[in-house]
């Protein structure tokens, strides 16, 4: 009995060092997914519905991305409309369509 009463209080010392970790995470929807022994029709649409989240997910995602990389994006256009203009005075842009006689041969009048 000692012996036991020994090895009881020497756990009940050991536990005050203990830790014990809790990780919750919130469920923003919750789906339920077709079985396989679901008809067709089913699985189809929830492959559907399960596209259109990811779409509508993917597209919020993008604007979150370019809206951390606001300043990148505007002098990535910045650049791009300069380059345009510059090309556009230099002759090797112009924004004619050509016609069906219209060729690196054909005369122009």
Known sequence: ????????????????????????????????????????GARMAAGVQSSFRGLINGSKELLVMLSYNLVLVLVVIVIV???????RKKGMISWKRKGPGDGPGTPTV
């Open 1 to 40: 009995i000692e012996s036991l009463t020994t090895s009881l209080n020497e756990y009940d010392s050991l536990i005050s060092y203990s830790t014990i970790e809790l990780t919750l995470d919130e469920v923003g929807t919750i789906t339920t997914t077709p079985g396989e022994r679901d008809s067709l």
């Open 81 to 87: 409309v300069a380059a345009v203009v510059i090309l």
